[in-house]
Each structure stands twice: as structure tokens, then as C-alpha cells.
């Protein structure tokens, strides 16, 4: 293996460490961040995903509550519970655990998050913000790569970067504010024709595709950089990412493991974007 990885585990620990000193500050001024959990249904892996997030705020002292739903609840009773999450001045952020079932429009309730409290940065008013450049709350997961990115030194500016897949919750995101850092952004999907000609040319590749394997080493630069968001659930029950982790560390000089990397830096995300939430809420609520 000729690239060195990027621990997600070990930079997520010291993200979490840095948020437990801010929320204890945030605690002896009066405002202890709270986070509040949606989760609806008993889908395993959103289950196991929710465990994990309130494990992190327990990590960083941050409050965490969890609100279930059976899988048959109607669409006005979750309504009705993010409104008065909206209220409450012991949350700062909100997250509603998707997928959700069949029956409840995903958009209308992400939608209903005040925008000051949506900390998976998914309402239209942080994904505007993420275009236009403004301050905003960002989606856990290019956040994630972003902070990643930056604290292992990996330049950006002038790079040229492919991102595979364009989903709003990773693929969209990551290419803007892999643009808004001076990289040569191409974003691919599953109608690109020859995916190796552009990843052939990257020294930045993220792969968002939900595919395991989609992108191996013969699709590399020597030297990429490769950024692993997929999990993949294999026939053998082991959990992979989008990438041909071996042949494509034969090529490449940084990449992420699956588990421990991208994955773990998402959750920490979440942490810190509700501790910034807390900290704009309460500096907010001190101006009026
Ligand atoms: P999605 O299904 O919404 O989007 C997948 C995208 O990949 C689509 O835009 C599609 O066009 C593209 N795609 C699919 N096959 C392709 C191919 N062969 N070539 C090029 N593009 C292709 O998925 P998503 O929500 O963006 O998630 C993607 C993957 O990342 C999944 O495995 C998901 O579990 C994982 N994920 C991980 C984290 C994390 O924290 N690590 C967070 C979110 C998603």
C-alpha cells in the first residue's frame, strides 16, 4: 500500500474533544447545547446511526434527547413535534433520522426545521446560503470532508477535483464548497459515460455513489487523493465503501478507510454544528 490513511476515528476524537471544551464554556455562560433526535420506524442502520450521534453528544457534553415514532405515524403528529422542538429554548439543533417511510413527504417535514436549528443543514434557506457563499449551517458530511481535507494539509486551491454522484446530502454540497476553496470541481453521476476519464485526470477524488467498487485503482492518478463516503452493507454482512480500497491504495498517496473515516467525521460534524448553533441562538436571543 503506497497511501497513507487518513484516520476519520482520530481526527473525529479531536473534534469531539475541541466541542466538549466549547459546550462546557456555552454551559457555565446558561446555554448547554441540546440536541433532538427523530427517528421513525426501526430501520437497523437508523438506529445504529442515532445510537452513534447521541454517543457523540454524550462525548461532548452535549444534551440529547430522542423522539420515536412508530412507522405508521402521520405526517401533522411529526409536524407538530418539530414545531415545538422549533420552541424550545433547551435545543439548538434538530435532526430527523432518514430515511423516512413511505407515507410522510421528507421535504415538507426537513422544512418545517426552523433554519437556525437544522443542523444536517438540509433546509433550503443553509443549502441557498451553501450557494450563495453566506454563513451557513452545512450538511454533516461534506462538512465532515471539508475539516478533514483541511486538517491534514491537503491543498485545494488550484486542484482538480471529481466528485461522483449529486445527491443534495453529499455530491451537490461537497462540489460547491470544494468551489468555494479554488478547486476545478467535475461532478459525475450514473449517466456518465466513461467515469475514468475524469478520475484518471483528479488529484481529488470523492466518491458519493452508493456502489462498492465503482471506482479502483486503475481509475486513479498516481498521488490522488481519495475520499471514501460510500457504506455499503456487502452479501457477507461486512461493511464497504464506494472505492476498491487495495488497488486503489496501491495508486493513490492519501485515502479514507471504510469504517473510520468519513463516516465518524459526519457524526462529529453534527456535534459541532450544534454547539455553533447554541453559540448563534444564544448570541441572537442577547442582541434582541
Ligand atoms: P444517493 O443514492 O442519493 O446518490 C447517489 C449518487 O451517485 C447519484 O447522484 C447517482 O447518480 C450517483 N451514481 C450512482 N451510481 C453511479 C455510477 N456507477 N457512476 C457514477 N455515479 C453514480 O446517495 P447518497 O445519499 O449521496 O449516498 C451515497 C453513498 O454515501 C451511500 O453509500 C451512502 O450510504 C453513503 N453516505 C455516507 C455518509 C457518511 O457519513 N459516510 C453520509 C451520507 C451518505
Redesign the pocket.
Known amino acids: 500500500m503506497a497511501a497513507s490513511l487518513i484516520d476519520g476515528a482520530a481526527l473525529s476524537r479531536q473534534v469531539l474533544g475541541e466541542m466538549r471544551t466549547q459546550a462546557a464554556a456555552l454551559s457555565a455562560a446558561g446555554v448547554r447545547p441540546g440536541l433532538a433526535a427523530i427517528l421513525i420506524g426501526a430501520d437497523p442502520a437508523s438506529e445504529i446511526y442515532v445510537r452513534n450521534k447521541t454517543r457523540a453528544c454524550e462525548e461532548a457534553g452535549v444534551h440529547s434527547e430522542l423522539h420515536r415514532f412508530a412507522s405508521d405515524c402521520s405526517e401533522s403528529e411529526v409536524i407538530d413535534l418539530i414545531a415545538r422542538l422549533n420552541a424550545d429554548i433547551n435545543i439548538h439543533g434538530i435532526l430527523v433520522q432518514l430515511p423516512l417511510p413511505r407515507q410522510l413527504n421528507t421535504q415538507r417535514i426537513l422544512q418545517t426545521v426552523r433554519p437556525e436549528k437544522d443542523v444536517d443543514g438540509f433546509s433550503w434557506v443553509n443549502l441557498g446560503a451553501l450557494v450563495a457563499g453566506g454563513p451557513a449551517l452545512a450538511p454533516c458530511?461534506p462538512l465532515g470532508i471539508m475539516t478533514m481535507l483541511e486538517r491534514e494539509g491537503i491543498e485545494i486551491e488550484g486542484r482538480d477535483a471529481v466528485v461522483?454522484?449529486?445527491?443534495v446530502?453529499?455530491?451537490k454540497p461537497i462540489a460547491l464548497m470544494l468551489i468555494a476553496r479554488g478547486a476545478t470541481v467535475t461532478v459525475?453521476?450514473?449517466k456518465?459515460r466513461d467515469?475514468g476519464l475524469y478520475t484518471s485526470r483528479a488529484d481529488i477524488v470523492v466518491v458519493?455513489?452508493?456502489?462498492p467498487g465503482?471506482v479502483n485503482g486503475a481509475m486513479l492518478k498516481r498521488g490522488a487523493v481519495v475520499i471514501d463516503?460510500?457504506?455499503?452493507r456487502l452479501p457477507n454482512g461486512k461493511l464497504a465503501g464506494?472505492v476498491d480500497f487495495d488497488s486503489a491504495a496501491a495508486v493513490a498517496s492519501r485515502i479514507t478507510p471504510v469504517p473510520g473515516g468519513?463516516?465518524r467525521m459526519?457524526v462529529a460534524m453534527l456535534i459541532s454544528n450544534t454547539v455553533n448553533a447554541a453559540r448563534q441562538i444564544a448570541a441572537a436571543a442577547g442582541a434582541r
Open positions: 458530511t461522483i454522484g449529486r445527491s446530502i453529499v455530491g459525475c453521476n450514473s456518465t467515469l458519493a455513489a452508493g456502489k465503482v463516503v460510500g457504506i455499503n464506494d468519513v463516516g459526519t
